[in-house]
């Protein structure tokens, strides 16, 4: 995470993060979170993107709808 200055990750499909406490611990230590739901990620390259993920306002944290939006050098 630290060498490719990662600081979330984008999933297409739910996360259960109970059943994997190692992983848990490492996203958390990080300060990095999870998007779950995400689609279309395929068609950005490899490199040279940034993604902004721009939370929906909402009183119950860890369950808040976001935006992500794309942008390509």
């Known amino acids: 995470m630290d060498a490719?200055?990662?600081?979330?990750?984008?999933?297409?499909?739910?996360?259960?993060l109970t059943s994997?406490?190692?992983l848990a611990r490492q996203l958390a230590l990080h300060g990095s979170y999870v998007v779950e739901g995400a689609t279309r990620f395929t068609s950005l390259p490899?490199?040279?993107s940034?993604?902004?993920v721009a939370p929906a306002r909402n009183k119950k944290p860890g369950e808040t709808a976001?935006?992500?939006?794309a942008m390509v050098k």
Not at 4 to 16: H, K, M, S
Not at 66 to 69: E, M, S, Y
């Open 50 to 52: 940034l993604i902004i």
């Open 20 to 22: 994997d406490r190692t």
């Open 46 to 48: 490899a490199t040279g």
């Open 66 to 69: 976001v935006r992500v939006l």
């Open 4 to 16: 490719r200055y990662t600081i979330g990750f984008a999933l297409e499909t739910p996360v259960n």
